[in-house]
């Protein structure tokens, strides 16, 4: 019993890094159903921001008290932000003058972003996995059952604050709502006088201050990080999003905690070589009896 | 369309005919020695260091001169693609090798996947390969190896001057009782190296009386070890025995351990994790690595490699570096015998390989290198290292000759 709490609370916090993640692919698939390839490059781009700052402050060990607060944090504002600004760029760079070429354009230039970005680290930190500081202290916390360490709680407690910023954001303020209506018509939002560009650009510095965030998150929590770590967590994020029902904010949440609770288990009682075969698995399996993903309603295929 | 299809054609013909013409005998008075092995990425720092013991020792003979005034060049390819060895890479630079007449002789690779893939290449071509450090037991002994030398059965054309995984497990699986660790747990990467390196570490500590209590592999690319940490930390192992390298996931291994509670368990693997500090940094203490090769530093023969190796790189030798200078004197001693067999002309590919087949007795840094009919070394020495505030540092070495 006690092996499996410790190995749900596993999941759960390597399912927070997913969520994160997966949100940006849900986002912008729902307002340009464009599947963002470079997504998950976004995302590692936002744990080597982090570790520049960390290296122009000097930290190299453990913090405590203020400075812990002040340096983690600028780290964190600083992944979040430019990954932010950097989402935006692409759309406008890249994705923009494409918006209404066939659909496999975008895609294709978003394949190509994702390499354009992993090599662009690669030049910048080189080819090695990087050693992350471990800034954070990490003492576990014992509750009943439960034992995490400090690490796992802040993972998930920071991916649980930022959906709720998101949600609150989408549903209650003027451009979330302008976001809604540009998903649901693009054309007829626009004709409401709603600035289709500018809310499209929105959504990309969301999904790409989510991706900062997580990519932050992920290189305290592995102390690690390296030019290629977007491309399977990407594609697990993705999976996440495709499962949750993408397009779907809850939906991606609720597929990235699934994911990631499902690929600790398969590795704890099947074996780590079937972990990614058994996610994989269950997708199919879930897409074959609900393809619109969990939380997705069925849409008619827009023309 | 039409007209596409027939550029495509001509292209071909083309290319087809350049392959045809290059595969002539060699010419001109240079020697070509090609040289694979990762040059970039996460095993570009052994890598590295073995890349500048053979150019050490080409460059030592190209000052003594080649008799009948030959000129030796090194060609070197990388091997690493997005910062990992990969076989498709190593394939494609043996064919670069094989089809410039003048390269006469292949150094490398460093890691056993990319040499399984390479042999059949080297094999076909007659072309003869010495490795540093690929240590797969199937690259030379028994059935997996008698079908890398399909194309040329009886012309074995890959060396290697180090010892094999049998050998290297074995030693690990002494070492680590010797060191009073009695029960362990087992993870590889599902590679041919770590696979191979992680069931004879099994069998053999089993077989010295150390308990086994799990062996699991993991997924490529996997990044989050914390489940199957925390399913072992529930088991209680003296070591983690790891086969695989530091890039395949050992230093994530050895860092996540800390957050499961294992950080003050041993953690113990081959050769592949030498370089586990530039991942795990300071936790990589309490790390043990075996090398298939005796230390460089304490063997006699060794010291003026060292010497040398340290004025012309101003850094410490790798784990391979040593190796690597030995493979290269293999290599070179043996183009220079086929040139005075062959009256002071250019030789040919089968007489420098019939040559590096007959290598007996020769001196270097690692001992006297001599070939058994497999292609490997008759002498195998091993030795262990410890990771102490990120440094290597040398335990204790046995010969292991006949186990």
């Given at each position: 019993?006690?092996?499996?709490?410790?190995?749900?609370?596993?999941?759960?916090?390597?399912?927070?890094?997913?969520?994160?993640?997966a949100i940006g692919y849900t986002m912008v698939y729902g307002i340009v159903e464009l599947i963002n390839f470079a997504h998950g490059d976004v995302y590692t781009l936002g744990s080597f921001f982090a570790l520049a700052v960390f290296g122009a402050l000097g930290v190299s060990g453990e913090l405590h008290g203020a400075a812990l607060a002040f340096d983690a944090g600028l780290a964190l504002l600083v992944a979040a932000v430019c990954c932010g600004l950097i989402g935006m760029l692409l759309e406008r760079v890249a994705y923009r003058r494409l918006r209404n070429a066939p659909r496999l354009a975008p895609l294709i230039t978003a394949i190509g972003f994702s390499?354009?970005?992993?090599?662009?680290m690669q030049a910048w930190k080189?080819?090695?996995?990087?050693?992350?500081p471990a800034v954070f202290p990490n003492p576990t916390l014992h509750a009943g059952l439960v034992d995490v360490n400090a690490q796992q709680a802040f993972v998930v407690a920071l991916a649980i604050v930022a959906?709720?910023?998101?949600?609150?954001?989408?549903?209650?303020?003027?451009?979330?709502?302008?976001?809604?209506?540009?998903?649901?018509?693009?054309?007829?939002?626009?004709?409401?006088?709603?600035?289709?560009?500018?809310?499209?650009?929105v959504t990309f510095l969301i999904a790409g201050l989510l991706a900062g965030t997580a990519g932050f998150v992920s290189g305290v929590y592995y102390q690690s990080t390296w030019f290629l770590n977007g491309f399977s967590a990407g594609l697990k994020a993705f999976t996440a999003a495709v499962l949750g029902g993408i397009g779907n904010l809850a939906g991606a949440m609720l597929g990235g905690f699934l994911i990631g609770i499902i690929e600790s288990f398969a590795t704890w009682k099947i074996g780590g070589q079937w972990s990614n075969v058994t996610v994989f698995a269950i997708l199919i399996l879930a897409l074959i009896f609900r393809p619109s993903g969990l939380l997705g309603e069925a849409v008619p295929e827009k023309v | 369309m039409r007209r596409l299809a027939a550029s495509v054609a001509a292209l071909a013909f083309c290319l087809g005919f350049a392959a045809c013409s290059s595969s002539a005998g060699p010419s001109g008075n240079t020697i070509k020695i090609g040289i694979d092995l990762p040059l970039s990425g996460a095993d570009a720092s052994v890598g590295r260091s073995t890349l500048n013991g053979m150019l050490l020792a080409i460059d030592q003979a190209s000052k003594r001169g080649l008799p009948g005034g030959f000129k030796l060049e090194a060609v070197q390819l990388d091997d690493a693609v997005q910062g990992v060895h990969s076989p498709q890479q190593g394939?494609?630079?043996?064919?670069?090798?094989?089809?410039?007449?003048?390269?006469?002789?292949?150094?490398?690779?460093?890691n056993s996947n990319v040499a399984a893939a390479e042999i059949p290449i080297t094999n076909a071509a007659g072309l003869a390969q010495i490795s540093p450090s690929t240590v797969s037991d199937g690259l030379t002994i028994g059935p997996d190896?008698?079908?890398?030398?399909?194309?040329?059965?009886?012309?074995?054309?890959?060396?290697r001057v180090c010892t094999t995984d049998a050998r290297q497990g074995a030693a690990a699986a002494d070492f680590a009782l010797k060191l009073g660790l009695k029960s362990a747990y087992i993870i590889d990467d599902n590679e041919t190296y770590g696979l191979d390196l992680a069931d004879v570490f099994e069998q053999d500590y089993q077989k010295l009386g150390g308990t086994v209590l799990g062996h699991d592999h993991i997924a490529k690319d996997t990044q989050d070890f914390k489940s199957l940490l925390t399913k072992i930390a529930a088991k209680k192992p003296d070591v983690i025995f790891y086969g695989g390298t530091t890039s395949t996931g050992a230093g994530l291994i050895r860092q996540q351990m800390f957050d499961v509670g294992l950080g003050g368990v041993a953690f113990m693997g081959g050769d592949g994790i030498p370089d586990i500090a530039t991942v795990a940094g300071a936790r990589a203490n309490g790390t043990f690595y075996t090398v298939a090769a005796p230390n460089a530093e304490k063997l006699p023969s060794a010291r003026t490699f060292v010497k040398d190796y340290a004025a012309a790189y101003h850094e410490p030798v790798g784990p391979y570096s040593a190796n690597a200078y030995a493979a290269a004197q293999v290599a070179i001693a043996a183009i220079a015998r086929s040139i005075v067999e062959n009256d002071n002309k250019l030789p040919d590919r089968a007489r420098v390989l019939a040559a590096v087949a007959k290598t007996d007795g020769l001196s270097t840094p690692i001992g006297k290198i001599g070939f058994d009919a497999n292609g490997d070394v008759r002498e195998p020495v091993l030795s262990l290292?410890?990771?102490?505030?990120?440094?290597?540092?040398?335990?204790?070495?046995?010969?292991?000759?006949?186990?």
């Amino acid at each position: 019993m006690h092996e499996f709490v410790a190995q749900l609370v596993n999941g759960i916090s390597l399912g927070g890094i997913y969520a994160l993640v997966a949100i940006g692919y849900t986002m912008v698939y729902g307002i340009v159903e464009l599947i963002n390839f470079a997504h998950g490059d976004v995302y590692t781009l936002g744990s080597f921001f982090a570790l520049a700052v960390f290296g122009a402050l000097g930290v190299s060990g453990e913090l405590h008290g203020a400075a812990l607060a002040f340096d983690a944090g600028l780290a964190l504002l600083v992944a979040a932000v430019c990954c932010g600004l950097i989402g935006m760029l692409l759309e406008r760079v890249a994705y923009r003058r494409l918006r209404n070429a066939p659909r496999l354009a975008p895609l294709i230039t978003a394949i190509g972003f994702s390499f354009i970005l992993e090599n662009a680290m690669q030049a910048w930190k080189g080819s090695a996995p990087l050693p992350f500081p471990a800034v954070f202290p990490n003492p576990t916390l014992h509750a009943g059952l439960v034992d995490v360490n400090a690490q796992q709680a802040f993972v998930v407690a920071l991916a649980i604050v930022a959906m709720f910023a998101l949600q609150l954001f989408v549903a209650r303020t003027r451009t979330g709502r302008a976001m809604r209506a540009v998903a649901q018509d693009r054309q007829a939002a626009s004709l409401m006088g709603i600035n289709v560009d500018r809310t499209i650009a929105v959504t990309f510095l969301i999904a790409g201050l989510l991706a900062g965030t997580a990519g932050f998150v992920s290189g305290v929590y592995y102390q690690s990080t390296w030019f290629l770590n977007g491309f399977s967590a990407g594609l697990k994020a993705f999976t996440a999003a495709v499962l949750g029902g993408i397009g779907n904010l809850a939906g991606a949440m609720l597929g990235g905690f699934l994911i990631g609770i499902i690929e600790s288990f398969a590795t704890w009682k099947i074996g780590g070589q079937w972990s990614n075969v058994t996610v994989f698995a269950i997708l199919i399996l879930a897409l074959i009896f609900r393809p619109s993903g969990l939380l997705g309603e069925a849409v008619p295929e827009k023309v | 369309m039409r007209r596409l299809a027939a550029s495509v054609a001509a292209l071909a013909f083309c290319l087809g005919f350049a392959a045809c013409s290059s595969s002539a005998g060699p010419s001109g008075n240079t020697i070509k020695i090609g040289i694979d092995l990762p040059l970039s990425g996460a095993d570009a720092s052994v890598g590295r260091s073995t890349l500048n013991g053979m150019l050490l020792a080409i460059d030592q003979a190209s000052k003594r001169g080649l008799p009948g005034g030959f000129k030796l060049e090194a060609v070197q390819l990388d091997d690493a693609v997005q910062g990992v060895h990969s076989p498709q890479q190593g394939v494609a630079n043996v064919r670069t090798f094989v089809s410039d007449p003048n390269v006469l002789a292949v150094l490398g690779p460093y890691n056993s996947n990319v040499a399984a893939a390479e042999i059949p290449i080297t094999n076909a071509a007659g072309l003869a390969q010495i490795s540093p450090s690929t240590v797969s037991d199937g690259l030379t002994i028994g059935p997996d190896a008698a079908k890398l030398r399909r194309a040329n059965p009886t012309k074995n054309a890959f060396f290697r001057v180090c010892t094999t995984d049998a050998r290297q497990g074995a030693a690990a699986a002494d070492f680590a009782l010797k060191l009073g660790l009695k029960s362990a747990y087992i993870i590889d990467d599902n590679e041919t190296y770590g696979l191979d390196l992680a069931d004879v570490f099994e069998q053999d500590y089993q077989k010295l009386g150390g308990t086994v209590l799990g062996h699991d592999h993991i997924a490529k690319d996997t990044q989050d070890f914390k489940s199957l940490l925390t399913k072992i930390a529930a088991k209680k192992p003296d070591v983690i025995f790891y086969g695989g390298t530091t890039s395949t996931g050992a230093g994530l291994i050895r860092q996540q351990m800390f957050d499961v509670g294992l950080g003050g368990v041993a953690f113990m693997g081959g050769d592949g994790i030498p370089d586990i500090a530039t991942v795990a940094g300071a936790r990589a203490n309490g790390t043990f690595y075996t090398v298939a090769a005796p230390n460089a530093e304490k063997l006699p023969s060794a010291r003026t490699f060292v010497k040398d190796y340290a004025a012309a790189y101003h850094e410490p030798v790798g784990p391979y570096s040593a190796n690597a200078y030995a493979a290269a004197q293999v290599a070179i001693a043996a183009i220079a015998r086929s040139i005075v067999e062959n009256d002071n002309k250019l030789p040919d590919r089968a007489r420098v390989l019939a040559a590096v087949a007959k290598t007996d007795g020769l001196s270097t840094p690692i001992g006297k290198i001599g070939f058994d009919a497999n292609g490997d070394v008759r002498e195998p020495v091993l030795s262990l290292y410890a990771i102490k505030d990120g440094k290597s540092i040398f335990v204790d070495q046995i010969n292991i000759k006949g186990r």
